[in-house]
């Protein structure tokens, strides 16, 4: 059993940083937890509170239950990997992944059949008598893992530990700390920011801005229901399209932008309400709901319009289309297989459905208060 509760967690840094505030999260146990945001934004603080690295200014933190705020990081029963893991270059696999068990005099035995389960989940028995420097970048940071796991933690925590592989390595080790997270049945917090490894890996995912958490849920919920502008931004890529304007409520609602008036009569229920009338908005959509066919049988339910195709990038099974709405520049993702010239006027059309409405004075969903 290892769960992990951060209560009303805060850092203020002796220059008079405040680098987290009022974190509330709760982890259970075998749970994968990815914080995630951008630069600055407090996740490496965090984590490193956890692991005991950094003294907590404010509130409390419960492993299991108990109160560790106070406990030095060797005896909280932590395991962190680094994206600096610097393995010792002058030891082999086997010497580097059980050197910790030698510093807590684990007997010879003990550190023997450890070390080789820990290279059989791995796959690193073949090179167990390697030295660092013969190794490929996706088989040092397996050390790296291999030197958390050995000690057997009650919770794994992980300091961007993708970010120095290539793209393509990336990818794998991803696949393989999710399979390692089943395997071992961990506990795992895990720090990026890097939306993709969050949406990915996570169980649930703890979006962070400006030291505060935004929002926590699983990764399809918050895709689906971000509950700001921030978290509707940085989850997604390409990123949500953002279009700014004001309701007006007449039969139905409308969103009136200097570009067009847009009937959005799927919300209509949700927000009818006196205080939103008027009110300046922005109204998001994501790529993939901007498509190029026309539907015009279920009437009201896509908006079209026309636009000049400014940009193609091709990805393959899907291609981005830049293209204006009114001045707006916006972006469409839509299938590799449809045939679209550049330059070319085509009709785009909404999803309304698929809309999101956020207030421009605070960024705040409309639907998720
Ligand atoms: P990154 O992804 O760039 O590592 P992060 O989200 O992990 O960013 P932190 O490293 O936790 O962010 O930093 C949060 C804030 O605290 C930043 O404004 C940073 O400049 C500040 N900060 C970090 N360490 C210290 C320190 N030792 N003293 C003062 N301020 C600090």
Redesign the pocket.
């Known amino acids: 059993m290892a769960y992990v509760e951060l209560k009303n967690i805060s850092?203020i840094?002796?220059?008079g940083?405040k680098?987290?505030s009022n974190v509330n999260i709760q982890i259970k146990d075998k749970e994968f937890v990815v914080l995630v945001?951008?630069?600055?934004?407090?996740?490496?603080?965090?984590?490193?509170m956890i692991a005991g690295l950094e003294e907590i200014s404010e509130g409390e933190l419960y492993i299991d239950g108990k109160l560790v705020n106070s406990l030095s990081p060797k005896d909280r029963d932590i395991a962190m990997v680094f994206q600096n893991y610097a393995l010792y270059p002058h030891m082999n696999v086997y010497d580097n992944i059980a050197f910790g068990l030698k510093l807590r005099k684990f007997n010879k035995d003990e550190i023997d059949k450890r070390v080789k389960e820990v290279a059989d989940i791995l796959g690193l028995s073949e090179s167990l008598r390697k030295k660092p420097k013969s190794l490929s970048g996706g088989q040092r940071q397996r050390v790296a893992l291999g030197r958390a796991i050995v000690r057997n933690p009650k919770v794994f925590l992980f300091?961007?530990p993708l970010s120095n592989l290539d793209a393509k390595l990336r990818v794998q080790m991803r696949a393989e700390i999710s399979k390692l997270h089943k395997k071992l049945n961990a506990t795992i917090i895990y720090?990026t920011?890097d939306q993709v490894e969050a949406m990915t890996m996570g169980d649930r995912i703890v979006v962070?801005e400006s030291?505060l958490v935004k929002q926590t849920d699983s990764p399809m919920k918050i895709y689906q229901n971000p509950v700001n502008k921030f978290v509707a931004g940085f989850i997604g890529t390409p990123s949500m399209n953002f279009i700014e304007g004001k309701l007006n409520f007449k039969d139905s609602i409308v969103f009136v932008s200097k570009q067009s008036k847009i009937d959005i009569p799927i919300m209509n229920e949700q927000i009818r309400n006196e205080k939103n009338n008027n009110k300046e908005v922005i109204l998001g959509i994501r790529p993939e709901n901007i498509l190029l066919n026309n539907r015009k049988e279920e009437s009201g339910r896509y908006f079209e319009f026309k636009s000049r195709v400014e940009l193609i990038e091709p990805l393959g099974s899907q291609m981005l289309i830049h293209l204006f709405f009114g001045e707006q520049p916006m972006i469409a993702e839509i299938s590799g297989m449809e045939s679209v010239d550049r330059e070319s006027e085509i009709s785009f059309y909404i999803d309304l459905t698929k809309v999101h409405l956020f207030y421009k004075e605070n960024g705040k969903n409309l639907l998720s208060l």
């Open positions: 850092k840094y002796d220059d940083t680098a987290v945001g951008p630069s600055g934004c407090g996740k490496t603080t965090t984590l490193r300091d961007e720090v920011h962070m030291g």
